[in-house]
T-cell receptor, first 112, second 117 residues
Framework: GESVGLHLPTLSVQEGDNSIINCAYSNSASDYFIWYKQESGKGPQFIIDIRSNMDKRQGQRVTVLLNKTVKHLSLQIAATQPGDSAVYFCAENIAGNTPLVFGKGTRLSVIA | EAQVTQNPRYLITVTGKKLTVTCSQNMNHEYMSWYRQDPGLGLRQIYYSMNVEVTDKGDVPEGYKVSRKEKRNFPLILESPSPNQTSLYFC????????????????FGSGTQLSVL
């Protein structure tokens, strides 16, 4: 619910603009990464994933970029809409071996 | 509709009173998992199950039990709840297959807000 969003970094974006949400991951051995979206009062929802043999992957209005050199992951949302307002989590793991490790999340607020 | 269903949605209980949170998925997924979500700590895994009758501890298993007697169901049991188990709980499932990562494309339930007084 709403309480898990307390004290999160917040990104405010004007409707129609592009959003970029960043994530620094911790384990250089991680080879699988996912972005989740969590709307208020709901469970996390899968957005897009990427494996370490890629540096970019595109979905519908979303793009994930992976920079393994600096252990950085980003989620780009094109033409941000009010329905994109949510908390976004990145997660990482090592294929087949370890559970997902979730980041703390970033709250995206879309200004109409 | 493909979904993960948790019940109840909200639960208030008292210390020491055993409770069970049910989880069911209708997608024939092999892998199921329980998480708790706390402010400032994000999502942490409690237990997971790779298939029927196979369960393993996650990062924070203390005070919890699970069972996987059927593929579709994965209940979370708190034998003697304590106030530090007050949290938002999520069940999740995924179609684990050879060569994939076991948490790939997790589908989450809507959550169970538990308060232990």
């Amino acid at each position: 619910g709403e309480s898990v969003g307390l004290h999160l970094p917040t990104l405010s974006v004007q409707e129609g603009d592009n959003s970029i949400i960043n994530c620094a991951y911790s384990n250089s051995a991680s080879d699988y990464f996912i972005w989740y979206k969590q709307e208020s009062g709901k469970g996390p929802q899968f957005i897009i994933d990427i494996r370490s043999n890629m540096d970019k992957r595109q979905g519908q209005r979303v793009t994930v970029l992976l920079n393994k050199t600096v252990k950085h992951l980003s989620l780009q949302i094109a033409a941000t809409q009010p329905g994109d307002s949510a908390v976004y989590f990145c997660a990482e793991n090592i294929a087949g071996n370890t559970p997902l490790v979730f980041g703390k999340g970033t709250r995206l607020s879309v200004i109409a | 509709e493909a979904q993960v269903t948790q019940n109840p949605r909200y639960l208030i209980t008292v210390t020491g009173k055993k409770l069970t949170v049910t989880c069911s998925q209708n997608m024939n997924h092999e892998y199921m998992s329980w998480y708790r979500q706390d402010p400032g700590l994000g999502l942490r895994q409690i237990y997971y199950s790779m298939n029927v009758e196979v369960t393993d501890k996650g990062d924070v298993p203390e005070g919890y039990k699970v069972s996987r007697k059927e593929k579709r169901n994965f209940p979370l049991i708190l034998e003697s709840p304590s106030p530090n188990q007050t949290s938002l709980y999520f069940c999740a499932s995924s179609p684990y297959f050879r060569g994939s990562t076991r948490d790939e494309k997790l589908f989450f339930g809507s959550g169970t807000q538990l308060s232990v007084l």
